[in-house]
């Protein structure tokens, strides 16, 4: 374009009020060479684009990113605004031809237009809700949308939509699944009958449930007269918060981490009013946008969402919070009003009212019992006992700590009782057992019902108690007992003492001593067994005192007793294989008779298989062998190592078979070094591996005894028993290092037999021995 055609002055009719108006030529031309003017009375541009459309932005910064919702239909090539035919608006989704739009270079024309225009066809309406702060501001029609058959309005700068519903209101709601649920936050409080939404003059807002009448609620075509409104509510505000007190104190025993003082922030203003910070907190006390409520959130994030933990029962209608007479707190999903909740303005008040809090919190740690016990049967490793820790308070409340276990009991920012396994859980408030409800000061054996977090959710726990009394466990297990006279087993008593039995982790033999609470420590060394939560499932495990790292583990489920269980595993790198060469006993004394399953009749060893006798023992006892396997279903215990007895001949003649062909197989006999190897000596540990297998499992068959083979000599053989009790005698007390030379040559030849495999783990975990 030439700089003698342009003109100086273009009016733009549209209508969009805020771009509407007349623009001034401006000097100078763009990066592209092209003019540029601006709006008279507003902060719009007229430019041209990079792509060479004539654009229409609503302020600076829109024109430096070569932004608006008004263009010419058609790159311009060269025309001038006033001679281009076709605009187009965009309304959010999509650009659409509009009619109503034209630029101008006569005024006469635009003053025509604006006295002729069609108040039944306006693009835009402007929202003003005092109460609402997010949904005010210009909603703009949308072009090829009606729902039951009248127009839509998307608010421009928001999430806010103007629409008719099944009933013919006028709702707006802040999200578009609101229209086809026909649900809102504000509505007309009468039927349209087919006036447009700014012909409406009572609006009312959704407030816990039920419509409340809002005066303030205005809706206008006129985009000049909502701004006069924006900006008196805005005076108005500034008004309020200069009135607003600089210091404000919370009381709120069930939330204790919300109490206390808190500042005005200077120059701070939220939807009309004041901001108040907490004091040595993350309270943040603010008006939402929901209503108008007092709230008091966590979190910064919170406040722009409109979230809280605490907030005034009715809306404040521009009272400060501390004219709020009722208050109630987020339990949950649910708000509970509470009597003792309330904001003072005056020091003197909130400081007392604290003390006295304070003082109460004494009180009740005086009276707090000094032991609990727990009753949980799906989290065994937390039942048990539990003491009060002294001068300890958590939030107000007194905490206790598992005796001989992980567990604590405290108190949460929530006001309810939780049960954790770690301490670090109580700055965290997180826990496995919690009160259904929050606590209001009551001790936790005072607490009917209880819940457990399983599988990602919270799910009631009828069968978690806390008493004062160890005796009550009993009584109230006796009356859960089920009503139809269903017959139901009380849990086993857990043995006193424990003795632990492994060719492979000899560190972990010996004696074990209970010390209450399904837990024992080893006599002498520095292991400990427990229940320990391992893959969505509770498992025996032995592991080192203070460390978290499970050597050996239970197969299923803690159910029954440790020296019940009959399957275990050991942890290899990163894999657990299941063991036959681990075995935990119970103290005779105190060992409840174990029968193994019928199945075991058909077993290939039908003699028993006792202990092996020492060396100068091995002449002097013969035992009767002519018992079957159904001997076995007694339980093995310290006491049956005691007797002497000797390895049935047929399973003694099958291990020397098979040391001989695995020799064969890595062509021992060649060797020079084979006078080295005490044959004898190896046989025998062999059965004594095979022995303590048929302890753990009462049964043995040919492919055990060829890996049991395989096994010792690759390990060698001889390990010494560092357990304090005589519980696991042998003939091999005396270490007896396995050649070098024949380790070699069966790491070397034996992987030829693809029959014999080194772990004895499930199916599918087999690795043939390299």
């Not at 058959?149 to 939509?161: A, I, K, N």
């Not at 109630?328 to 303005?345: E, I, L, S």
């Amino acid at each position: 374009t030439g700089a003698e055609d342009e003109t100086n002055q273009l009016w733009l009719v549209a209508p969009f009020r805020a771009v509407q108006g007349e623009y001034v030529l401006q000097k100078g031309r763009d990066n592209w060479n092209q003019p540029l003017w601006r709006q008279l009375k507003g902060a719009s541009w007229l430019f041209s684009s990079p792509d060479g459309f004539w654009r229409f932005a609503n302020n600076d910064l829109e024109l430096a990113e070569h932004l608006g919702h008004i263009q010419s239909s058609e790159p311009h090539a060269g025309k001038l605004p006033h001679q281009v035919l076709q605009w187009q608006h965009h309304d959010g989704s999509a650009w659409y031809n509009d009619r109503g739009i034209k630029v101008t270079t006569s005024p006469n024309d635009f003053e025509a237009f604006c006295r002729s225009e069609d108040a039944e066809e306006h693009s835009s309406l402007w929202l003003v809700a005092p109460r609402f702060p997010q949904l005010q501001g210009e909603y703009r029609k949308q072009e090829t949308r009606k729902e039951r058959g009248q127009p839509v309005w998307r608010q421009v700068s928001g999430e806010g939509w103007i629409f008719s519903t099944n009933k013919g209101r006028w709702f707006i709601s802040d999200t578009e699944e609101g229209i086809a649920n026909n649900r809102g936050v504000l509505a007309s409080t009468t039927q349209h009958n087919g006036s447009a939404p700014y012909q409406i003059d009572q609006w009312q807002f959704l407030s816990q449930g039920s419509w409340q009448s809002d005066q303030t609620i205005f809706l206008t075509e006129k985009q000049a007269e909502a701004q006069r409104r924006v900006a008196e509510q805005q005076r108005e505000a500034v008004k309020r918060t200069d009135r607003a007190p600089d210091k404000v104190w919370i009381l709120c025993q069930p939330k204790p981490h919300l109490q206390g003082e808190y500042v005005k922030q200077p120059a701070r203003i939220e939807r009309g009013q004041a901001v108040w910070r907490q004091l040595g907190g993350n309270g943040i006390l603010y008006s939402n946008g929901l209503g108008g409520f007092w709230c008091v959130a966590t979190k910064e994030a919170d406040v722009q969402k409109n979230l809280g933990l605490l907030q005034c029962s009715t809306p404040h209608y521009g009272r400060p919070p501390h004219e709020m007479e009722s208050w109630q707190f987020a339990d949950g999903n649910t708000w509970r009003v509470h009597k003792d909740v309330r904001v003072t303005a005056s020091r003197q008040e909130g400081l007392a009212a604290l003390a006295e809090q304070d003082a109460d919190a004494q009180r009740r740690a005086k009276l707090a019992p000094s032991q609990l016990w727990l009753k949980a049967p799906s989290r065994m490793a937390l039942e048990g006992e539990y003491t009060k820790v002294p001068e300890r308070m958590e939030r107000g409340q007194v905490v206790w700590k598992q005796h001989c276990g992980p567990g604590w009991i405290y108190s949460t920012s929530g006001g309810r009782w939780f049960i954790t396994d770690r301490e670090d859980g109580i700055s965290a408030c997180t826990g496995v057992l919690a009160s259904v409800s929050p606590h209001q000061n009551r001790f936790p054996q005072e607490t009917e019902q209880w819940q457990e977090f399983t599988s990602g959710v919270w799910q009631i726990a009828p069968s978690v108690a806390v008493v004062v009394d160890e005796e009550c466990l009993k009584l109230r297990h006796l009356s859960s007992l089920s009503m139809d006279n269903e017959f139901q087993v009380l849990a086993p008593k857990f043995p006193q003492n424990l003795w632990v039995m492994s060719s492979e982790l000899t560190e972990l033999e010996g004696e074990y001593i209970s010390c209450g609470s399904g837990m024992w420590k080893q006599d002498g060394g520095t292991m400990q067994l427990a229940a320990v939560l391992q893959q969505g499932m509770e498992r025996w495990c032995f592991r080192e005192e203070g460390s978290s790292n499970c050597r050996v583990r239970g197969a299923t489920n803690c159910e029954v007793s440790p020296h019940l269980t009959q399957q275990w595993q050991m942890l290899e790198g990163s894999t657990w294989r299941d063991t036959s060469r681990f075995c935990v006993l119970a103290n005779p004394e105190t060992r409840e008779p174990h029968v193994y399953p019928t199945a075991l009749e058909s077993c290939l060893i039908e003699e028993e298989v006792s202990p092996l006798p020492s060396p100068q023992d091995r002449d002097k006892a013969k035992v009767p062998t002519d018992r079957r396997v159904e001997a076995l279903g007694a339980h093995f215990s310290p006491d049956m190592l005691e007797g002497v007895a000797q390895v049935p001949d047929n399973l003694r003649e099958r291990v020397i078979s098979e040391v001989h062909c695995l020799l064969a197989q890595a062509q021992f006999a060649m060797s020079p070094q084979q006078a080295e190897l005490d044959l004898d000596l190896l046989v025998e540990e062999c059965c004594h591996a095979l022995m303590i297998e048929q302890v753990a499992h009462g049964h043995i068959d040919a492919q055990q005894i060829s890996r049991e083979v395989l096994r010792t000599v690759l390990r060698g053989w001889g390990k010494p028993r560092n357990s304090p009790q005589n519980i696991s005698p042998s003939p091999l007390t005396v270490r007896q290092h396995l050649p070098q030379f024949l380790e070699n040559e069966v790491r070397t030849h034996a992987h030829s037999r693809a029959d014999l495999l080194m772990d004895d783990g499930p199916a599918g975990c087999e690795s043939q021995v390299l």
